[in-house]
């Protein structure tokens, strides 16, 4: 098999800014040992997310010269509108300006005291705004999801016996709804089996629980079922995509992902009732319902972008160059998430820093190496971003450290993935100097954006 190669050509670049080591400890140490806090341009290799920093397509930055700014009806809101039912197949779509926007509407409705949303995996935005709401988010995650090294098709998926335990337990009426994320971000960009989606919705038709989709990357996680789940091979990813909606009474979305948007989201179902409701909040909190918070032109983007998405060539591509990097680490002994993710590559930070223990965030100490040695900035997915403490004010660690490395989309190519790999082998090669960090100061909720820490 030949070389797969980027299906597109570059037609505008960006520079990097270059610094040196000794710059960058300073920069480091100025930002609190957390890396949201360093100036993107202080940053040579950017991975920190695939969230809203993809390359647009010339056809998107088209779309975008011809977005229609009027603030009620909108011709780009139509054309988006459009675009949404063809993919997902939900009559009602409503538009926010990013995915939070659209979890923040859902779970002001039905979240609350007593109420608990269960999904495979939550992300820490979704938890953070079910538990503001009052509510508790609880991840049933499969058990080959809990093991970053073992390798299996599909470690996205969710415990459908600790589903029907959570059910029986707090019983079916405290359950507003149940959400599937896809791929599996905090659980390693893993991918979710038509099959699990298929057994997940009967279960919530049976107990009447509202079953929705975070559709963040539906069509990395629909590539992985046509490449991996028996009966998809032929399908297109258009198929497979209607396919997995259609199983699902509404969904969640971050057009920042796969729709190559830099900004924009929605919420899309089949309840007209619940919209109603969404559309009253949406119209206090995000826009009028023909805009929700974002500019026509970003309507347009998100138009184009959803469909430009499921182009094969692409995912192909897409989904290759997350597994170049991630066999380049392996063949090296560094430990990660296996098989390669959709999106990002994880690196196991308990088993790269073992000397390192959790309650000294070996995820962090990680981060903030591989900006120190080479000006790349990633993100912790581990006991900072997911960590409790407990009456007696002991950490309770997340379920894995994991850090990070995002890809964004279309934007980086080979030479400056084999960089990465290098830096990364670098400070692996040295991992016993590694020191723990200690938080100084945080926030009670996602205080892993703003929280600032120091060196052990
Ligand atoms: N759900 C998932 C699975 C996500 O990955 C994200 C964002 C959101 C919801 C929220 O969407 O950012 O548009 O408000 N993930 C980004 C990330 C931030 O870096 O993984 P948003």
């Known amino acids: 098999m030949k070389t797969i190669i980027e299906p597109f050509k570059i037609k505008s670049v960006e520079p990097i800014y270059f610094n040196t080591k000794e710059e960058r400890k300073e920069i480091l140490e100025k930002a609190h040992y957390n ?30 010269m011809q977005g229609d700014e009027s603030y009620a009806g909108s011709p780009s809101f139509f054309h988006f509108e459009q675009s949404v039912k063809e993919v997902t197949g939900f009559p009602i779509v409503i538009p926010t300006h990013q995915g939070r926007a659209a979890e923040k509407i859902l779970f002001s409705i039905l979240g609350g005291k007593g109420k608990y949303f269960v999904s495979n995996t939550l992300f ?30 599909f470690k996205g998926n969710m415990d459908i016996e600790a589903l029907r335990r959570v059910i029986k337990e707090k019983g079916a009426a405290n359950i507003p709804m149940v959400i599937m994320t896809v791929t599996n971000n905090s659980g390693g960009g893993q991918p979710v089996s038509m099959q699990n989606i298929k057994e997940a919705s009967a279960i919530c038709k049976e107990n009447n629980i509202p079953f929705f989709i975070d559709a963040c990357r539906f069509a990395e996680n629909s590539y992985f079922i046509k490449l991996r789940e028996e009966g998809y091979a032929n ?62 032109r970003d309507l347009e983007a998100i138009a184009i972008g959803l469909k430009e998405v499921m182009d094969e060539h692409y995912l192909q591509y897409r989904i290759r160059s997350i597994e170049y990097l991630t066999n380049k680490l392996i063949a090296a002994g560094v430990p990660v998430m296996q098989p390669a993710g959709g999106h990002a590559v994880y690196i196991d930070a308990k088993e790269f820093l073992l000397h390192i223990p959790v309650e000294q965030y070996p995820g962090q100490a990680l981060v903030c190496a591989l900006y120190e040695e080479g000006g790349i900035r990633s993100v912790e997915i581990g006991s900072l971003m997911f960590g409790k403490y407990d009456e007696a004010g002991k950490l309770i660690p997340a379920q894995m450290e994991l850090v ?50 120091k060196p052990l």
């Open 35 to 64: 890396p949201f806090r360093i100036h993107a341009d202080d940053v040579l290799i950017d991975l920190l997310t695939d969230s809203g920093t993809s390359a647009m397509s010339s056809n998107q930055w088209a779309g975008i």
């Open 404 to 453: 990070r490395l995002a890809i964004p989309r279309r934007v980086y190519t080979q030479s400056h993935i084999d960089y990465v790999a290098e830096v990364i082998i670098e400070v692996f090669a040295k991992r016993s100097t590694l020191k723990g960090l200690e938080i100084i100061e945080e926030t009670p909720l996602l205080r892993h954006f703003t929280a600032k820490l």
């Open 235 to 296: 399908k297109s990813v258009t198929e497979i995509a209607a396919e997995l909606f259609s199983y699902a009474d509404g969904c969640t979305m971050s057009a920042k992902k796969d729709s190559f948007a830099n900004i924009g989201g929605f919420l899309a179902m089949h309840d007209l009732d619940l919209a109603i409701r969404c559309r009253n909040l949406l119209i206090i909190t995000e826009g009028f319902t023909t805009y929700g918070g974002l500019a026509g």
């Open 124 to 153: 820490d935005t979704t938890r953070a705004n079910i538990e503001f709401s009052g509510a508790e988010g609880i991840d049933c995650l499969c058990e080959e999801g809990k093991h970053p090294t073992v390798p299996a098709a």
